[in-house]
């Protein structure tokens, strides 16, 4: 009897032990009871979710800016993960006294993955000089130009027919319409396309079958 009694007491002090559980349950019910939603818990490190701000509650700039990149990185990666274009300088040397020597010309025209004919008569616009293409890629003109010239001369280039008017992206085509002969800028990360004007016709130099034409007419 008496083996019972202690068991009993036991039991009584487990019954009236409080372990926080029971007022935890009960203010929760109480809460759910009186119509009140239990407060929404915050992350911590992450911005709020836009389901804890009301309709008339003002946005975080922060908040939104995340939620732009977030939906960027979602629906087109390469925009956020891109790397940054960087251009080869352009090498220069000096043949004889009377010529310039663009030596990796080549190079510089596979970087902007554009052809070397069409860069040619760019130069050949712009310097208003003869230009020549050697076997081995190296652009060759007649006079004397610094790299610095020949750099901004590239740098021209680049902005009118090779970077994306839309994104600032270079990773782009040159494209020509068959059907309206015109020339198209085409963005391969935007996926933008702006037509692009014809490269003027630069520096021509008087050969005999001119000055004949010229005598003719």
Request: with cysteine.
């Amino acid at each position: 009897d008496m083996a019972d009694d202690e068991v009993d007491t036991v039991t009584d002090q487990v019954d009236d032990l409080d372990l926080g559980l029971t007022k935890k349950k009960k203010k929760q019910k109480d809460t759910e009871e009186d119509g009140e939603a239990p407060a929404p818990r915050a992350v911590s490190g992450s911005f709020a979710a836009p389901t804890e701000l009301g309709p008339n509650d003002i946005y975080p700039y922060a908040q939104i800016l995340q939620r732009i990149y977030d939906a960027l990185s979602e629906k087109n990666p390469e925009l956020m993960g891109g790397k940054k274009f960087t251009m080869i300088p352009p090498q220069v040397a000096r043949e004889g006294s009377k010529k310039t020597v663009f030596v990796n010309f080549r190079d510089v025209c596979k970087r902007m993955h554009r052809t070397m004919e069409h860069v040619m008569s760019y130069f050949n616009a712009e310097l208003a000089v003869a230009c020549s293409l050697d076997p081995e890629g190296r652009l060759t003109f007649k006079g004397r130009f610094t790299p610095k010239q020949i750099e901004s001369v590239v740098k021209k280039y680049m902005l009118a027919y090779v970077q994306c008017q839309m994104c600032k992206s270079f990773d782009t085509n040159l494209v020509k319409d068959s059907t309206t002969r015109l020339t198209f800028i085409e963005c391969n990360r935007c996926q933008a396309r702006k037509s692009v004007s014809a490269v003027e016709k630069g520096f021509h130099a008087t050969n005999r079958a001119d000055r004949k034409a010229a005598k003719e007419g």
